[in-house]
């Protein structure tokens, strides 16, 4: 096993990097929550599906899979098509729908929010795109969630959509940024976005890749929140400026798969 201590830039770039090549193939979709909207060829039903699919990625990985295939059926596997022509008398279709603390209340409100997104602000991706940074999409995630919740909603529904903010990795959110930025040529990410580059990207900090980037020497800060994300991303760009969350691949890799910060 590579030991981690103070390793050389170079050496540990070529670790990671042969790390990425290995886990961001398509073998791994299977289990991943990608998968779901990879199931859609239209644009706008893979950013929908992809970001439903994250909303709820959290827990079991086969839970969050199978509850978001299941959102799929309610959404007659048109999620764009469902989206523009709800309406409240629809809302009944999502009665008894769960995830964790995500239930039937949230799902009809985030189609509701959806509808007004791509009819009042020209789709999720122009939403993202506007407060971009030269080097993130935190403040583009914050100011997504004011305008997500721009229309009358639940309060119970807004801890569903984190804020850098507040001090919040917004993991799942940078996770569907990830797969909607990012070159789709391997198979796995999509790269139907062109108005946000990968080199903008935060990678999604979690548990998992947490743990690792700290054994790697890549993070210090003990809690997964924004200033910790901060400290990774810029370990992450010395790494490779123009698409640092390739490394996302690797960090997710060594600790869900060959356990490496145990």
């Excluded at 993130?136 to 229309?151: A, P």
């Excluded at 979690?206 to 003990?222: E, I, Q, Y």
């Excluded at 910790?228 to 010395?238: G, S, V």
Aim: hydrophobic letters at 35%; charged letters at 25%.
């Amino acid at each position: 096993m590579l030991k981690t201590e103070k390793l050389p830039r170079h050496i540990l770039k070529e670790f990671l990097d042969e790390k990425v090549e290995k886990y961001q193939h398509p073998d791994f979709i299977s289990s991943d929550p990608i998968q779901v909207p990879h199931k859609f060829s239209q644009k706008e039903d893979i950013e929908i599906a992809g970001f439903l699919a994250a909303t709820i990625a959290w827990g079991n990985r086969k839970s969050i899979i199978n509850n978001a295939n299941r959102l799929m059926d309610i959404m007659g596997n048109s999620p764009y098509d469902f989206v523009m022509e709800y309406s409240q008398n629809d809302a009944y279709r999502f009665d008894g729908f769960v995830h964790r603390t995500f239930n039937a209340t949230d799902a009809s409100f985030f189609v509701e929010s959806l509808q007004n997104i791509y009819t009042q602000h020209g789709g999720l991706e122009n939403v993202f795109a506007k407060h971009g940074e030269e080097s993130s999409l935190q403040k583009s995630i914050s100011e997504f969630k004011k305008i997500f919740f721009s229309i009358d909603h639940p309060t119970r529904t807004m801890k569903h959509i984190s804020d850098p903010e507040k001090n919040s990795a917004a993991k799942r959110i940078n996770m569907f940024l990830r797969w909607m930025v990012r070159d789709g040529s391997k198979g796995v990410d999509f790269g139907i976005w062109n108005k946000i580059n990968p080199s903008q990207l935060s990678c999604p900090l979690d548990v998992h890749s947490g743990n690792v980037a700290r054994k790697l020497g890549l993070l210090t800060r003990k809690q997964n929140d924004a200033k910790a994300l901060q400290e990774l991303d810029n370990a992450l760009r010395a790494l490779d400026q123009d698409d640092p969350v390739k490394y996302d691949f690797a960090l997710f890799g060594l600790g869900v798969f060959e356990k490496f910060s145990n």
